[in-house]
């Protein structure tokens, strides 16, 4: 059954936990959803984990259409999540909806995510308002990596702390239906999580939120570029896929790739008068 808005009500009421992963594609968006995950995200981590960039300042709304619409074919059950990309939001009210609409109509998306708290609640309250689900992301935004001064724990001191509750409660009011929380003190989100009637979706921010995400190549050990400290690898794909990798090398360098099972076959009488 398809996972909506109000899967995560029905959650944060019962009190049952929600499980989010990243996805760029269609084949690892099935592989997911076939897992029984709630809701998939299409982050803007793609700059970093699909294109290679060291941030996300680069990922453009065309970048973002086209990874949405592929997982979204893929994502039959989960909710898609689609990310806005840096300066696809900030900059007005107007370029927030526009560009909303874009991922729920081209990428087909089932809602959409941006960073920031109570300075993007009028884009928050606009997107709501045109009937399409936001979901909030507060803490480590790395799209604000430059301001913050580099991929830091938020919330440590009770000014900082103070702060991210009353953002977590602003993106509430303005109507977003879940809020991601990243690289925040455990015992702060769980705070935050208690104060909220929404669901909060930790990254770095402890067992007491209502959901979990993680990127799917942390956790499936195929990115090494960085490993943040919250990452729990649950399989080292990425040592799988090299040697395979060697493996294929060596063997098309062999000529025992491809063998006569991977061949196909044809009467030698039509071969021979060829010759
Ligand atoms: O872009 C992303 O993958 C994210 C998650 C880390 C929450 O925003």
């Known amino acids: 059954m398809k996972n ?4 995560f009500a029905k959650a944060k009421k019962e009190k049952t936990k929600v ?8 084949s690892t968006a099935k592989l997911i959803n076939d897992a029984g995950i709630n809701s998939i995200l299409v982050g803007d981590s793609l700059g970093n984990v699909m294109l290679g960039y060291e941030d996300t300042i680069s ?3 065309e970048d973002m259409i086209h990874h949405t619409k592929a997982v979204s074919r893929g994502a039959k059950d ?6 806005m990309p840096f300066m696809s939001y900030q900059t007005s009210v107007y370029d927030a909806v526009v560009n909303a609409g874009r ?12 960073e920031g708290g109570r300075e993007v609640c009028p884009q928050i309250k606009a997107i709501v308002e045109a009937g399409i689900p936001v979901c909030a992301h507060i803490g480590l935004t790395p799209q604000s990596i430059n301001a913050l001064g580099g991929n830091k724990v938020q919330g440590k001191t009770e000014a ?13 009011e303005a109507g977003a239906f879940a809020v991601v929380i990243e690289a925040v003190p455990e015992k702060l989100a769980a705070l935050i999580t208690e104060k909220l009637d929404i669901v909060t979706i930790g990254i770095g921010a402890g067992n007491g939120c209502d959901g979990q995400v993680l990127v799917y190549q942390d956790m499936l050990g195929m990115f090494s570029d960085f490993t943040p400290r919250f990452v729990k690898k649950y399989a080292s794909l990425g040592e799988l896929m090299t040697a395979a990798f060697q493996q294929y090398d060596e063997e098309v360098k062999s000529a025992a790739f491809p ?15 060829l010759y």
Do not use: F, P
Request: glycine fraction near 2%; hydrophobic fraction near 50%.
């Open 4 to 7: 909506t808005v109000l899967t």
């Open 19 to 26: 499980s989010m992963l990243t996805a760029y594609d269609y």
């Open 59 to 61: 990922v453009t709304m």
């Open 78 to 83: 989960a909710l898609v999540v689609a990310d």
């Open 103 to 114: 991922l729920m109509k081209e990428g087909r998306a089932n809602a959409v995510k941006l």
């Open 160 to 172: 900082a702390a103070r702060k991210l509750l009353e953002d977590a409660l602003a993106v509430q």
């Open 259 to 273: 063998a006569a099972e991977h061949t196909y076959k044809m009467d030698d009488d039509v071969i021979e008068k």
